[in-house]
């Protein structure tokens, strides 16, 4: 038999994709890894989904996405950001943040080009990156910055290939969040050096201490910005896969050819879910919230309490203590903790080599299982 893709075959699996496997084959495991809403998808939501199935609305929609889909999410971005977005060339309805980033890749990588990544980061930019003839360079965020980016190493790394940075704030794994000041910054390096910025916000509604705070806000920013968002987190909409991309209409047509060639357009059922969502369901979502942020509060507590020594996140919903002091590897420590005590977390390396020594833990599960977890995190401390 000829071949297949080797730089496919080659690529490694997501190291969270790994610890699920052995997570499957074990049982009463109580889950800190899944980076998923326990919740349900709230009642009205779903009910306007079945609403539009029983009224026939069983099609493809425009490549584009509903009309009224955007323009809501139009006015929901001028409202929490104050930028403008067309609903008729400047977002694109997509399956999930996942699509979108995937698209946003391909239509904007000449082959050699370099993407600045800020690590630790959500496990499927740089394949996304690589897929599309890319390279990735990375930029680490260390603990000691909170997370955040060292600009000056920042601009050490631009070459005449960089075209682009890509971060995301409330951050996976590290909850972290970013704010006026350094916004400011990294629009000035992208400006100075002709960078385009990817800005994933999924987690944007999911900030505990203060509002998100988007570089879009930064004046000149929406130009060189191409902005990803989606449902499934805030809305618990996983499974319905409804991301949205937003920038400059060229950049857009040209990720609306390649998603009507390969996707044609999201599900339609999906999509009069995420407007009913933006319509009328926010309080919904401002409850699950209220939620993890008491979550937050225990988990951060707990670890602290036990002996793990845990920051606290501003957003999105997963704690990311450190184990260094423990001697081991965070693969070991994930792999250790999970045969002894069946407390699954993610080991914080699959995220990027400056993951290791932590552990990504999310919060979204019941307090209860929160409350077992760190009881037996605590046991386990105590036995090393
Ligand atoms: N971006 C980040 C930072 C994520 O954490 C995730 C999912 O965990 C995604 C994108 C993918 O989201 P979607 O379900 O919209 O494809």
Same mark, same amino acid.
């Given at each position: 038999m000829k071949p297949i893709n080797n730089f496919v075959q080659n690529m490694p699996p997501s190291g969270i994709r790994k610890f699920f496997d052995i997570v499957s084959t074990m049982e009463g495991v109580i889950s800190l890894g899944v980076g998923e809403p326990d919740f349900v998808t709230p009642w009205p939501m779903i009910s306007a989904a079945i609403d539009s199935m029983e009224a026939g609305k069983t099609s493809y929609t425009s490549n584009m996405g509903l009309l009224s889909l955007r323009q809501e999410i139009s006015k929901y971005l001028f409202k929490h950001l104050g930028v403008e977005y067309n609903p008729d060339n400047e977002i694109l309805i997509t399956v999930g943040v996942s699509e979108a980033m995937d698209l946003l890749m391909r239509a904007l990588i000449c082959p050699g080009d370099e993407i600045i990544v800020f690590e630790p980061s959500y496990v499927s930019y740089k394949p996304t990156i690589e897929m599309a003839g890319g390279h990735s360079v990375v930029l680490d965020c260390k603990e000691e910055n909170d997370f955040l980016p060292d600009l000056e190493e920042l601009k050490s790394l631009i070459t005449p290939k960089t075209k682009a940075i890509l971060f995301n704030y409330p951050s996976n794994p590290t909850g972290c969040v970013l704010n006026r000041e350094i916004n400011q910054k990294l629009y000035d390096i992208c400006n100075e050096n002709d960078l385009y910025i @990817? =800005?994933? /916000?999924?987690?944007?509604?999911? $900030? %505990?201490? +203060? +509002?998100? /705070? =988007?570089?879009? /806000? @930064?004046? &000149?920013? %929406?130009?060189? $910005? @191409? *902005? *990803?968002? &989606?449902? =499934? +987190?805030?809305?618990?909409? $996983?499974?319905?896969? @409804?991301?949205y991309a937003c920038g400059n209409k060229d950049i857009i047509k040209s990720m609306m050819k390649i998603h009507q060639y390969t996707m044609l357009c999201a599900p339609i059922s999906g999509q009069y879910c995420a407007l009913e969502a933006l319509r009328h369901c926010v309080p919904q979502s401002d409850e699950m919230i209220e939620e993890y942020r008491q979550r937050r509060n225990l988990i951060v507590k707990g670890f602290n309490d036990v002996g793990l020594t845990c920051r606290k996140p501003g957003g999105a919903f997963y704690a990311f203590p450190s184990i260094k002091k423990f001697g081991m590897t965070s693969e070991e420590f994930c792999e250790k903790l999970l045969y002894e005590k069946k407390v699954a977390t993610v080991p914080g390396n699959a995220f990027g080599k400056c993951g290791e020594g932590y552990i990504r833990c999310s919060y979204a599960t019941s307090k209860k299982k929160i409350i077992k977890a760190i009881e037996k995190i605590g046991e386990f401390i105590e036995e090393l």
């Amino acid at each position: 038999m000829k071949p297949i893709n080797n730089f496919v075959q080659n690529m490694p699996p997501s190291g969270i994709r790994k610890f699920f496997d052995i997570v499957s084959t074990m049982e009463g495991v109580i889950s800190l890894g899944v980076g998923e809403p326990d919740f349900v998808t709230p009642w009205p939501m779903i009910s306007a989904a079945i609403d539009s199935m029983e009224a026939g609305k069983t099609s493809y929609t425009s490549n584009m996405g509903l009309l009224s889909l955007r323009q809501e999410i139009s006015k929901y971005l001028f409202k929490h950001l104050g930028v403008e977005y067309n609903p008729d060339n400047e977002i694109l309805i997509t399956v999930g943040v996942s699509e979108a980033m995937d698209l946003l890749m391909r239509a904007l990588i000449c082959p050699g080009d370099e993407i600045i990544v800020f690590e630790p980061s959500y496990v499927s930019y740089k394949p996304t990156i690589e897929m599309a003839g890319g390279h990735s360079v990375v930029l680490d965020c260390k603990e000691e910055n909170d997370f955040l980016p060292d600009l000056e190493e920042l601009k050490s790394l631009i070459t005449p290939k960089t075209k682009a940075i890509l971060f995301n704030y409330p951050s996976n794994p590290t909850g972290c969040v970013l704010n006026r000041e350094i916004n400011q910054k990294l629009y000035d390096i992208c400006n100075e050096n002709d960078l385009y910025i @990817i =800005s994933d /916000e999924i987690y944007d509604r999911l $900030t %505990y201490d +203060k +509002k998100h /705070e =988007s570089i879009l /806000e @930064i004046p &000149g920013a %929406y130009d060189r $910005t @191409i *902005l *990803l968002n &989606g449902f =499934s +987190k805030a809305f618990a909409m $996983t499974g319905w896969r @409804i991301g949205y991309a937003c920038g400059n209409k060229d950049i857009i047509k040209s990720m609306m050819k390649i998603h009507q060639y390969t996707m044609l357009c999201a599900p339609i059922s999906g999509q009069y879910c995420a407007l009913e969502a933006l319509r009328h369901c926010v309080p919904q979502s401002d409850e699950m919230i209220e939620e993890y942020r008491q979550r937050r509060n225990l988990i951060v507590k707990g670890f602290n309490d036990v002996g793990l020594t845990c920051r606290k996140p501003g957003g999105a919903f997963y704690a990311f203590p450190s184990i260094k002091k423990f001697g081991m590897t965070s693969e070991e420590f994930c792999e250790k903790l999970l045969y002894e005590k069946k407390v699954a977390t993610v080991p914080g390396n699959a995220f990027g080599k400056c993951g290791e020594g932590y552990i990504r833990c999310s919060y979204a599960t019941s307090k209860k299982k929160i409350i077992k977890a760190i009881e037996k995190i605590g046991e386990f401390i105590e036995e090393l």
